[in-house]
């Protein structure tokens, strides 16, 4: 069932625990997500990049893609699609594809734009039942081309962003996209804490989750953040997976070359670490309370 995400995220942060979103890269990606929060009865939030929308032709495609998907599997949990760090103009194209939920990175903006572009967003979203992410600070490293600084969010900003009446906030705190370096020095609980005691019931997101080790993740849901994005984790071990089929020599066995086949191992890797998150986030078992 696709879904706006206000609602499952409203829980999330009532309940104590976080929803993942999970990018998709093409149709192995979406299937194995789409089985596994089925499986393990949880809600989800399918994330796509602008990038990996142009990968896959389109958020139109994608939106059509999902959406038949989410029917032909008889998907019954809370599934929202939603764009990750889009630029306005993007935002406005995942609306007119159809999909449940945005995210409007105006996080390099000053804060006065960002704070009027976000406005507008809030207003399209909400009328036609969409969620809406907003970002302040920035998430550091690199996302399809998203560049960020990595410096962590004013909590005094963060409030202002919130009171425009986004659904979830993102919000800096240290967290890097990709694998973190040896040197990295950690969330900033305190920052996290400050973000948390200005914006209240507003459920917060922590972006770059790949590679932050549990105890830092239960801390952080534990500070009221309700949704964990996750990209490279996955990318990983669908890269590992398929090294290990090719590395055996299996694509030479009989039809191993077959994608049904060749892509499998990856497919289930990737589904393994779904399962895996969505245990750690605590979403496992919450998508009709
Ligand atoms: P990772 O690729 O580090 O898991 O980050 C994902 C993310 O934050 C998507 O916005």
Redesign the pocket.
Known sequence: MLVSAAEMLKKAKEGHYAVG?F?INNLEWTKSILLTAQELNSPVIL?V?EGAGKYMTGFKTVAAMVKAMDESLGITVPVALHL??GSYEGCYACIEAGFTSIMFDGSHYPIEENVAKTTELVSVAHHLGLSIEAEVGS?GGE?DGVVGMGECADPDECKAVADLGVDMLAAGIGN???KYPENWAGLSFETLAAIQEKTGTMPLVL?????IPADMIKKAIDLGVSKI?????CQLSFADATRKYVEAGKDLEGKGFDPRKLLAPGADAIKATVKEKMELFGSVGKANN
């Open positions: 979103q990018n994330g990049s990750d760090h998430i996302e890097i996209h990709g972006h770059g989750g790949t590679g994005n996750v990209n490279t984790e």
